[in-house]
């Protein structure tokens, strides 16, 4: 009963309101006490774009980096932000560190902002060292800012391991809470859909306010393109396209806008016909409730998202009434 009391709200003393850390057009994606996920194949420029992020806390002097399309909050009062990699060596995370730097405009590092290579621990020293760092550093600099693990995988025997995954997704969600932090988590896996890979992935599905996914452009390979799997509140298919490529004059990756609103509605239909397909693969018809619980479960949207996909389903004709007296909904007639 102890414990249970200190989790008991209290009306009368609200808590603070949290903070958006990581926003693109206004959409938080990054919020105190909230994991972010940043999922994607090898090549995209995931770490790179992870590491932007953590360049937008250095902003000082009213300078504007290229954080790739994204907003992010300034660490203006010195709190920590940790950046773990468990996949890359020394060198190269030094050479990161030195550009997220460059990309930020500063000639040194700040005293608050750590950088860890984990490569060289167990798996399981990894993570207890994570947790005792944000301890450490949280009491040090009067908080924490932001964290980011770079291959959360590597803090695991096993992506598959379901005990594992959801014993470290749920302790990661755990430390975003306490310490007040949103913890950026990067999976290097290709998603299936709008589905994470695993049982690390699925628990990340869960836990995640946000899951951010990178991929090669179909037709030009050298910019990537980041897509919108999930956010809290509002559909993904309505976040922007956003590019990114490597710029050779610059040396560092560089933001190329949206997507034209054309592709963007592409994309969208795209998306919702595989979706359509999916859910009508083992069942020829379902009601409108059915329907939208199939959607909010695979997409994992709230009922009010789902609704508006099968309203644009129906004016795109992916799925139609089975006749005018029915009230069940089949696949369309081109699919």
């Known amino acids: 009963m102890t414990l249970l009391k200190t989790c008991e709200v209290d009306f009368h003393n ?20 909230n994991l972010l996920c940043i999922t994607g194949g090898e090549g995209t420029g995931k770490s790179n774009y992870a590491s932007s992020i953590v360049a937008g806390t250095l902003v000082e002097d009213d300078f504007e980096p290229d954080i790739l399309g994204l907003s992010v909050l300034p660490n203006t009062n010195g709190k920590a932000v940790l950046l773990y990699d468990t996949e890359q060596s020394e060198n190269q995370l030094y050479k990161n560190t030195a550009l997220l730097l460059k990309r930020a405009r500063r000639k040194e590092i700040p005293d608050w902002l750590k950088v860890y290579y984990l490569t060289a621990m167990s798996r399981k020293e990894r993570l207890q060292s994570i947790q005792d760092s944000i ?15 770079d291959g959360i995988a590597d803090l695991i025997r096993s992506a598959n391991d379901e005990i594992e995954s959801i014993g470290v997704v749920e302790e990661l969600y755990r430390l975003a809470g306490i310490y007040r932090t949103c913890i950026i988590c990067v999976l290097h896996f290709v998603p299936n859909s709008y589905k994470l890979r695993g049982h690390l992935g699925s628990e990340l599905q869960r836990k995640a306010a946000a899951i951010l996914s990178i991929e090669k452009d179909t037709v030009k390979q050298e910019i990537s393109v980041v897509k919108t799997l999930k956010v809290r509140d509002g559909s993904p298919l309505d976040v922007p396209l956003m590019q990114f490529g490597w710029d050779k004059r610059k040396a560092m990756h560089v933001y190329l806008g949206e997507k034209p609103q054309n592709e963007k509605e592409k994309h969208k239909e795209t998306e919702l016909i595989h979706i359509a397909r999916e859910i009508f693969s083992n069942t020829r018809r379902l009601t ?14 709230k009922e009010r998202t789902a609704k508006n996909y099968i309203r644009y389903m129906r004016e795109k004709r992916i799925i139609t009434k089975e006749n005018a007296e029915s009230n069940y909904f089949i696949l369309g007639n081109n699919l």
């Not at 958006?20 to 959409?27: A, L, Q, R, Y």
């Not at 409108?288 to 949207?301: A, K, R, S």
């Open 135 to 149: 301890d450490y550093y949280y009491h040090l600099c009067a908080g924490i800012h932001l964290v980011v693990i």
């Open 14 to 33: 609200p808590p603070a309101l949290t903070e958006n850390i990581v926003t693109v057009n206004e959409v938080p994606l990054g919020t105190q006490g």
């Open 288 to 301: 409108y409730l059915q329907l939208t619980t199939e959607i909010e479960q695979i997409m994992d949207v």
